[in-house]
């Protein structure tokens, strides 16, 4: 298919080598009436994922475009940078998918483009995904919070999204390139899939396709459920007093001290006094006193009666 691609999907992989042939074919079956790339990142992988992905970008061209690294760029803050320089620079929509996660319905991007180009106002487009166990090696039962009980699709907008409900996984997201761009996202500081929601939807609603079309895998050696899970909570709590800070909106405080909450006994127990330093710093009194007391005991309580 000849043009410009509408679509710009960004993957990112590093020592992905047992899952990363699923992801590219997740993208390489998509059916579509338009053009569309996949800017794949390989962050210098020490496995097989390089050669994979050049396995790939040699079949198709036309979709796969590779960026080999040879130095490990994970926290340098120059990935970003770099999966923006290589995306073409007319493509009016972007999709993401990590390289151990793929989607499974080959009209995934045409549906969500489509119902992007016929509802300008919306921001973004998510959909209902499946969860996939690798250590047990079994598909766990998923159910949207939003989606439980209801079978149609919904609108979400952003006081849906504060109410602190992590609606889905950054695989099912489709959204404007324009509404990021117009957003405050660059301003925020440590960045990943919640802000990037966030600041999606301070600029358009949200349409949440109840239809499975990816699937989300969990391993047991991911940095959210391994030894580095303080290190992922510090980063994640950065990233949230950042958002605050550069929105300083009463939305933006309710969206990261509902996302927080479960996090309220550990950062007790880690002694992280900054971290409640800053809970008073950009929550404001009344949240903080309960992020910082109420929320802690009730988790306690909690653990305490399910034993």
């Not at 496995?47 to 970008?57: M, P, T």
């Not at 079978?151 to 952003?158: A, I, S, V």
């Not at 895998?217 to 510090?234: D, G, M, V």
Request: aromatic share 14%.
């Amino acid at each position: 298919m000849t043009g410009d691609p509408l679509v710009s999907i960004r993957c990112l992989v590093y020592n992905h080598e047992p899952y990363l042939r699923q992801c590219l074919d997740g993208f390489v079956m998509q059916q579509t009436t338009f053009p569309f790339e996949a800017i794949v990142h390989d962050d210098a992988s020490t496995d097989g994922s390089a050669a994979i992905l050049r396995e790939y970008a040699e079949k198709y061209p036309d979709i796969i475009k590779p960026i080999y690294e040879t130095e490990n760029q994970w926290g340098k803050g120059t990935i970003s940078k770099s999966m923006d320089a290589a995306m073409h620079p007319n493509s009016k929509y972007i999709a993401s998918c990590e390289g151990d996660d793929y989607w499974t319905d080959p009209n995934k991007l045409q549906i969500q483009v489509d119902f992007l180009e016929n509802h300008p106002d919306f921001s973004l487009t998510v959909h209902e995904y499946t969860e996939w166990d690798e250590l047990k090696k079994d598909f766990r039962p998923h159910r949207i919070k939003y989606l439980q009980g209801i079978d149609n699709d919904l609108t979400l907008t952003l006081d849906d999204f504060a109410t602190g409900v992590f609606f889905t996984k950054t695989l099912t997201g489709v959204y404007r390139r324009c509404s990021l761009q117009s957003s405050k996202f660059d301003k925020y500081g440590a960045k990943f899939d919640m802000t990037l929601f966030y600041a999606l939807m301070t600029q358009g609603k949200c349409r949440l396709f109840n239809r499975v079309m990816g699937c989300y895998r969990i391993q047991p050696n991911s940095l959210t459920a391994s030894k580095n899970i303080k290190e992922f909570r510090l980063n994640t709590n950065d990233a949230m007093f950042s958002l605050c800070q550069v929105e300083q909106t009463e939305q933006s405080r309710e969206f990261v001290f509902n996302y927080l909450k479960p996090f309220a006994l550990s950062v007790i127990l880690d002694r992280r006094w900054n971290t409640i330093k800053n809970y008073y710093r950009y929550l404001g009194l009344r949240r903080a006193l309960l992020i910082s007391i109420v929320e802690p005991m009730k988790i306690a309580w909690q653990i305490v009666m399910n034993r």
